[in-house]
Structure formats: structure tokens, C-alpha cells
């Protein structure tokens, strides 16, 4: 189920800014992100949302959406505030949809070498920490899933 986010000043739909594109959009952008937010493992919104972005001319972040459902990737809620993505060392990592390949964790705000963990205060951050990270890999022209 979609939800329509409302203004809380005048009812109507509330004008978000695409954390993906920096586009500002007034209902079905955020609509898309809240049902995203509301149930981040349900891989069904987040194919919904990349196809928006693709067709709102987004392919970058439309690719990594596809990839979080393809590889089973989501933030990993470890207590009511706090949402986390992990490190995935390959031959010590237990498979979880936490865990991202180094070159996207480390392009996370605050990851740092030799951390294991980084922690944010909602999905909604996560999810946008990746897209940022996402973003990042590709315009350096680096693979970000390899």
C-alpha cells in the first residue's frame, strides 16, 4: 500500500526533493519513498521506485535500487532508531541483506577504515547513504557491486 505523504501547513501533497536527484517532486516521489520507508525489505516498492527513477531519467539510481532487490540488500534495523549497513568480508561474513561490498560501505558518510558498521537514525537515511555511495562508485568509474 502506498502512502501520500501530506503538508502538515495546507493538507496537500508534501514537495519533497528526491535525495537521488536533487529533483523536487509533489506526490508520487515521495509516495514511492514512504512505501519504501514504511517496509524496507519489501523488495516491491523498491522496484516500483527504480522504475520511476528510470523513466524521471534517474538510471543510476534506478540501477541500485534493482541491485538491493536482486542481491537481497536492505538496512538492517538493529534497535526502534537505529538502522545500520555492514562491511561484507567475504570469507568471515555470514550472508546478510545488511552487508555491502567494500567499495559501497566505504563510500557511506562516516565509514571509515577499519570499521565494520555504520549506524543511522531512520531507513529513509540508510537508503540514501547508499544511493550517495552508489552515485559515487559510478562517477569515479568504479564497479560498485565488484
Known amino acids: 500500500m502506498l502512502v501520500i505523504p501530506s503538508c502538515s501547513r495546507c493538507g496537500g501533497y508534501s514537495a519533497v526533493v528526491c535525495p537521488s536527484c536533487g529533483r523536487r517532486d509533489s506526490g508520487l516521489l515521495g509516495s514511492l519513498r514512504a512505501a519504501v520507508d514504511a517496509d524496507p525489505t519489501d523488495p ?68 571509515g577504515k577499519p570499521m565494520m558498521v555504520v549506524r543511522f537514525g531512520s531507513a529513509a537515511t540508510a537508503w540514501d547513504a547508499l544511493i550517495t555511495a552508489w552515485r559515487s562508485c559510478v562517477a569515479a568509474g568504479v564497479n560498485p557491486v565488484e
Open 44 to 111: 516491491h516498492h523498491r522496484l516500483v521506485l527504480a522504475d520511476w527513477l528510470e523513466e524521471n531519467g534517474d538510471q543510476v539510481a534506478a540501477d541500485c535500487w534493482r541491485w538491493t532487490v536482486a542481491d537481497s540488500v536492505c538496512p538492517e534495523q538493529e534497535d526502534a532508531s537505529t538502522w545500520l549497513w555492514r562491511r561484507l568480508i567475504p570469507r568471515w561474513s555470514k550472508a546478510r541483506p545488511a552487508n555491502l561490498p567494500e567499495q559501497l560501505f566505504y563510500g557511506l558518510p562516516e565509514a
